[in-house]
């Protein structure tokens, strides 16, 4: 078994900074981009789909990083 290291979350106005990417607090609301970084329950999500109102949790809109 490999571990890897988790990215480092460094808050800051309601997002999180990972080197130099923002990201941010998941929002139903918001309309997410391919490659977009969400937080969501105390894990990262990146958006493979464009998504508005699809949980991070659903695996065929969002991986987990």
Same mark, same amino acid.
């Given at each position: 078994?490999?571990?890897?290291?988790?990215?480092?979350?460094?808050?800051?106005?309601?997002?999180?900074?990972? =080197?130099? &990417?923002?990201?941010?607090? #998941?929002? =139903?609301?918001? &309309?997410?981009?391919? =490659?977009?970084?969400?937080? #969501?329950?105390?894990?990262?999500?990146?958006?493979?789909?464009?998504? &508005?109102?699809?949980?991070? &949790?659903?695996?065929?809109?969002?991986?987990?990083?």
């Amino acid at each position: 078994i490999v571990e890897t290291e988790r990215p480092a979350l460094h808050p800051r106005d309601g997002a999180f900074s990972i =080197g130099n &990417t923002i990201a941010v607090a #998941y929002s =139903g609301a918001s &309309t997410y981009q391919i =490659g977009n970084i969400v937080h #969501y329950n105390s894990q990262l999500y990146r958006a493979k789909a464009i998504s &508005t109102n699809i949980l991070p &949790t659903v695996t065929a809109n969002w991986d987990l990083i």
